[in-house]
């Protein structure tokens, strides 16, 4: 049970601090510059992972990329740099997220639907739109 779970759990745990942080980011600081930063250590910390790790070696390695390497980071650049501007607008910590990941699970299944043929079932459109409920709640 503990392999099907604890990615989820990681990625709850660094969502809170993510979050956490992002609000945390002086509103007087250049988000751009900030980015940067981030992205450097992220780089340093990532890189530092790949060469403690099991690999082929860094060209047969690089040689197996493609553009989605390349993609992910202009979307993780979207993310954060739009997290930063959200918390700036007065968004609270409690419910920026939420509303975010409620819009985003019920885009993402026309996203599956559309572009990958999963099925989508009765249950989940009744979910999308007790979900898009939730949102009209929230943000009122």
């Avoid at 992205?39 to 790790?53: I, K």
């Avoid at 553009?67 to 980071?73: D, M, P, R």
């Avoid at 043929?117 to 249950?123: G, I, Y």
Wanted: charged share 5%; glycine share 8%; aromatic share 12%.
């Amino acid at each position: 049970m503990w392999p099907l779970f604890w990615p989820i759990a990681l990625v709850v745990l660094a969502n809170i601090f993510y979050n956490i942080i992002t609000k945390s980011t002086p509103s007087d600081s250049n988000a751009m510059l900030s980015l940067t930063v981030t992205y450097l250590v992220a780089a340093l910390c990532t890189f530092t992972l790949y060469l403690t790790g099991t690999n082929q070696g860094f060209a047969a390695d690089i040689a197996k990329l493609n553009w989605t390497s390349f993609a992910l980071g202009l979307a993780i650049v979207g993310l954060e740099f739009g997290y930063i501007h959200v918390y700036r607008a007065g968004w609270n910590v409690n419910t920026a997220p939420l509303v975010a990941n409620i819009a985003l699970a019920c885009a993402l299944l026309l996203v599956g639907y559309l572009f990958f043929h999963e099925t989508l079932s009765l249950r989940q459109l009744i979910g999308a739109v007790v979900c898009v409920g939730g949102l009209i709640l929230i943000t009122n």
